[in-house]
T-cell receptor, first 114, second 113 residues
Framework: GAGVSQSPSNKVTEKGKDVELRCDPI?????LYWYRQSLGQGLEFLIY????????KSGLPSDRFSAERTGGSVSTLTIQRTQQEDSAVYLC????FGAGEKLFFGSGTQLSVL | GENVEQHPSTLSVQEGDSAVIKCTYS??????FPWYKQELGKGPQLIID?????GEKKDQRIAVTLNKTAKHFSLHITETQPEDSAVYFC????????????FGKGTSLLVTP
């Protein structure tokens, strides 16, 4: 694939259910980021991976949010016991080495919690 | 952590006019300042960036200026076209591994024919 791939593109879930969002970064990119974009709002930083480790998890809003990255590639963002305020577009981005470089964004996962 | 403020939140200009978007940042150690453009239904795309060792950078109709002393930077789009209509985000970070990019809240630019 030529770009960052995110799946699913849309997810509708019921309040209280768990959801998993997946990100496939560009091959060879060591840095991976998750951002959240609420309707009409900016890009809220969630977590940053360098390889498989997360030097910066400061943006995760609560302990219901977690993320992992395996093999220095695919990342999964998990939201447990979803709440209506979790509804947003979740964007993933990757870059070769990290900060100070061009980020390549996926098209995002639109999460709707009913 | 880094705090990035962006103004205005919305901007409407006529085709052919110039558009200016301004951002300020809080961390004096930040040294990388990119601008991203987001079209409807898509992820943001980098349009131009500047590092703290220069004061201005141009790429065709787009230019960015940086004032390190005042901790602010601006995006200038000249001869605007309808296809420039989008949401624009500024960002700031330290260019070392281990730091994430912090974004402003975005400016919705509308270019009317």
């Amino acid at each position: 694939g030529a770009g960052v791939s995110q799946s699913p593109s849309n997810k509708v879930t019921e309040k209280g259910k768990d959801v998993e969002l997946r990100c496939d970064p560009i091959s060879g990119h060591t840095a991976l980021y998750w951002y959240r974009q609420s309707l009409g709002q900016g890009l809220e930083f969630l977590i940053y991976f360098q390889g498989n480790s997360a030097p910066d998890k400061s943006g995760l809003p609560s302990d219901r949010f977690s993320a992992e990255r395996t093999g220095g590639s695919v990342s999964t963002l998990t939201i447990q016991r979803t709440q209506q305020e979790d509804s947003a577009v979740y964007l993933c981005a990757s870059s070769f080495f990290g900060a100070g470089e061009k980020l390549f964004f996926g098209s995002g996962t639109q999460l709707s919690v009913l | 952590g880094e705090n990035v403020e962006q103004h205005p939140s919305t901007l409407s200009v006529q085709e052919g006019d110039s558009a200016v978007i301004k951002c300020t940042y809080s961390d004096s150690a930040s040294n990388y300042f990119p601008w991203y453009k987001q079209e409807l239904g898509k992820g943001p795309q980098l349009i131009i960036d500047i590092r703290s060792n220069v004061g201005e950078k141009k790429d065709q109709r787009i230019a960015v200026t940086l004032n390190k002393t005042a901790k602010h930077f601006s995006l200038h789009i000249t001869e605007t076209q309808p296809e420039d209509s989008a949401v624009y985000f500024c960002a700031a970070s330290k260019s070392n591994s281990g730091y994430a990019l912090n974004f402003g809240k975005g400016t919705s630019l509308l270019v009317t024919p």
